[in-house]
């Protein structure tokens, strides 16, 4: 674990981060640079708190130790995990950073505890609970590891009668790596979305559809009594934790 020693601005998700390298110091352990290879299989994975309970999962290439128990992270890849929503502008000096390796265990939540405040007794695995060196920890568990990633290449086309059909790309945050599969495995219970329709801010219309695809008619705009530009936003929805993300996209006329 560590924290940020510099603002991390703003940046394109899943594409190398270039003109801005993170400085960070550690409160103990060591970074290691990685080939690339090695880094689109998932390695140098870390996350940092892009705002209070809020975080970004990024990759860094380059690790180079400028001081004790600092670091200059360069080739950086943002916004990975399906993250990309949260990454902040900027993400502040001072943030927490935490390395997602083999050293980090999974909380076992049950579903019943989702959205419910919990205490939780922390600390060393080799000492009973009921020693003076753990902690009370409160916290409330928000199963961000079900969350739904949010849809790519959301396009638009005219449907020919004064209206538009929308179509986007499934993503999944299980077994979405291979590259040979047609598709991209589902990933939740059944295939479902949630499309809104707004502009200038105020949601206008919001409905839901079972496929990767929706037609937003010339009859619902004039219903809507909307003109020029809209804005149009999918989410994927999971049956335990809701919608997930948006992808987002203006349509002029």
Do not use: C, K
Not at 13 to 26: C, F, I, K, Q, S
Not at 81 to 109: H, M
Not at 201 to 214: I, L
Request: proline letters at 7%.
């Amino acid at each position: 674990m560590g924290v940020l020693l510099d603002d991390l601005p703003a940046a394109a998700p899943n594409r190398w981060m270039g003109g801005a390298r993170l400085r960070v110091r550690l409160f103990g352990g060591a970074l290691a640079g990685r080939e690339t290879e090695s880094v689109l299989r998932g390695e140098n994975l870390a996350a940092i708190e892009a705002a209070p309970g809020v975080w970004e999962v990024l990759q860094f290439a380059d690790a180079e130790l400028t001081g004790p128990g600092e670091y200059l992270l360069d080739r950086l890849l943002r916004g990975q995990e399906g993250t990309e929503a949260f990454i902040a502008a900027p993400t502040p000096a001072g943030a927490r950073l935490v390395l997602l390796d083999g050293a980090l265990g999974r909380l076992e939540t049950g579903l019943d505890e989702i959205g419910l405040e919990t205490r939780y007794r922390i600390g060393p695995a080799h000492l009973p609970p009921g020693d003076g060196a753990f902690r009370d920890v409160v916290a409330t568990p928000a199963a961000a590891g079900l969350r739904p990633y949010a849809p790519a290449h959301l396009t638009a086309a005219p449907d020919g009668a004064g209206g538009f059909w929308l179509r986007w790309t499934r993503r999944t945050r299980i077994g979405g790596d291979g590259w040979g599969a047609v598709e991209p495995p589902l990933g939740e219970e059944r295939e479902r979305y949630r499309v809104r329709v707004m502009q200038a801010g105020a949601v206008s219309r919001s409905f839901e559809t079972g496929a990767p695809t929706a037609l937003y008619d010339a009859a619902m705009r004039a219903e809507d009594a909307l003109s020029g530009a809209v804005t149009v936003a999918v989410a994927q929805v999971s049956a335990i934790f809701g919608a997930g993300p948006e992808t987002r996209m203006i349509i002029d006329g």
